[in-house]
């Protein structure tokens, strides 16, 4: 089992930034993949980005690439998610997820789950 506890949103304004942290605890050594997902009120979940935990390899969703970073920091058990230039439509709850083999942007592979994090961006 693996206990994943959300932090760091919050509201901004559109064109500022925001880091999401997600700590990580319990069986983390078995941790292949953990990624960030986010819904919209009235919306599916969305892929946003995921990371491989051995080697840092990452995957970002083309709706946020080149503003959203996933990063790790193994030592912490935490992976995080770096937001530059927030727009409105950025609006969701976030939610970080793990697995213990699968590494991809489907929600439905990954096993764990955080509770989400609510971020608000105003125009």
């Known amino acids: 089992q693996v206990q994943l506890v959300e932090s760091g949103g919050g509201l901004v304004q559109a064109g500022d930034s925001l880091r999401l942290s997600c700590a990580a605890s319990?069986?983390?050594?078995?941790?292949?993949?953990m990624g960030w997902f986010r819904q919209a009120p009235g919306k599916e979940r969305e892929f946003v980005a995921a990371?491989?935990?051995?080697?840092?390899?990452?995957y970002t969703a083309n709706s946020v690439k080149g503003r959203f970073t996933i990063s790790r920091d193994s030592a912490k058990n935490t992976v995080y998610l770096q937001m530059n230039s927030l727009k409105p439509e950025d609006t969701a709850v976030y939610y970080c997820?793990?697995?213990?083999?699968?590494?991809?942007?489907?929600?439905?592979?990954?096993?764990?789950w955080g509770q989400g994090t609510q971020v608000t961006v105003s125009s």
């Open positions: 990371i491989k935990w051995s080697g840092g390899s990452t």
């Open positions: 997820a793990a697995d213990f083999d699968y590494y991809g942007g489907s929600s439905r592979e990954y096993d764990y």
């Open positions: 319990g069986r983390t050594f078995s941790t292949y993949a």
